[in-house]
């Protein structure tokens, strides 16, 4: 970090420049110090408007989800300001909630329930504040909302998409008999998938759920064997609570074997230049790179066999 910023001033950066890198790397710094102290706790960021009044269905269907993630022992993270996000601190409450406020020139207070708390974090730029969002969270609830909103959708899905962001779950929520989402979906179908802009593996991407209970369900279900995943040289390393039987694993390669390279997923110990969950077992497997949504599929079929006795390789 120091060399390239010593490089900045070789290359003849100006002020205005150097004012941004700064603090950009400042704002950063500072985030990954709150969240740093709550490294073994799992996080949601939960997207939607600021404009939802505290009547409006979609309201309470996000402070309702927040109370029952909570009660997993998950903690949330919002935009800090009013409506959905409102919401989303109420039901966990602030000992369990992150605010990332964006400052803008019409300045907007942070909610009440975040004001003041030391996990509320003011940000000057949407990037940082965006890279906060994503590197921390563990999974994603979308309610309804605007630019704004759909902007912060779009980006997770592009993320995930492309590989540049592992796998999380993604989970679009709102009121009793709301539209929103299946309106929205109407458009990703007949206007994108249809125009070949998309692919239909992209849609298990997300879940469109009708209640908050099940939206807490599906974010649970995720979680219940699959632990993690990165990768060690050209192959994806996934993490698990519980090992895999033979049969099991042969399963896996025959029906996921068009995103595996050599159609062989091998389970062991740790790999060579990992250093953290070491006492984890892991499969492991050249992954093709393309179609994340069938990696996804993948990662549930993990999460819905039955427990068995395993032998792990060293």
């Known amino acids: ?34 969240f740093n102290r709550y490294r073994g706790t799992r996080k949601i960021s939960i997207f939607g408007s600021a404009r939802t ?19 997993h022992g998950w903690m949330a993270i919002t935009g800090a300001g009013n409506g959905i996000m409102k919401a989303g601190h109420e039901g966990p409450t602030r000992d369990s909630s992150f605010g990332l406020a964006i400052r803008l020139p019409s300045e907007q207070a942070a909610n009440a329930v975040i004001d003041g708390d030391p996990k509320l974090i003011n940000f000057r730029y949407f990037f940082t504040r965006k890279l906060m969002f994503t590197s921390n969270s563990h999974a994603i609830a979308v309610f309804p909302g605007g630019f704004g909103t759909q902007d912060e959708l779009y980006e997770v899905l592009t993320l995930m998409q492309t590989g540049k962001s592992v796998i999380l779950p993604i989970v679009l929520v709102e009121g009793a008999e709301g539209d929103y989402w299946t309106t929205w979906e109407r458009f990703a179908h007949f ?10 593996e992209d849609a298990a991407l997300y879940r469109i759920c009708a209640t908050p209970q099940e939206a807490v369900e599906n974010v649970i279900r995720f979680y219940r064997r699959y632990r993690s995943s990165r990768f060690v040289g050209d192959r994806l ?10 049969e099991q694993i042969a399963s896996l390669e025959h029906r996921f074997g068009r995103i595996v390279k050599d159609h062989h997923i091998v389970q ?14 892991r499969l492991h497997f050249v992954f093709t790179r393309r179609d994340y949504g069938t990696l996804r599929h993948l990662l549930d079929a993990i999460n819905e066999l039955p427990y068995e006795e395993a032998v792990i390789t060293p």
């Open 1 to 34: 970090m120091m060399r390239t910023s010593l490089k900045f001033l070789k290359d003849g950066a100006d002020s205005g420049q150097l004012k941004l890198v700064t603090a950009a790397m400042k704002e950063l710094r500072y985030a990954y110090r709150v």
């Open 191 to 200: 206007d994108l998938l249809r125009r070949g802009w998309i692919c239909a």
């Open 53 to 71: 009044p505290e009547d409006h269905p979609d309201y309470i269907a996000a402070r309702r989800f927040g109370e029952l993630i909570a009660e």
């Open 268 to 281: 062991s110990g740790p790999l060579l230049g990992e250093d953290d969950s070491l006492e984890l077992p």
């Open 237 to 246: 390393v996934i993490r698990l609570d519980a090992p895999l039987g033979p």
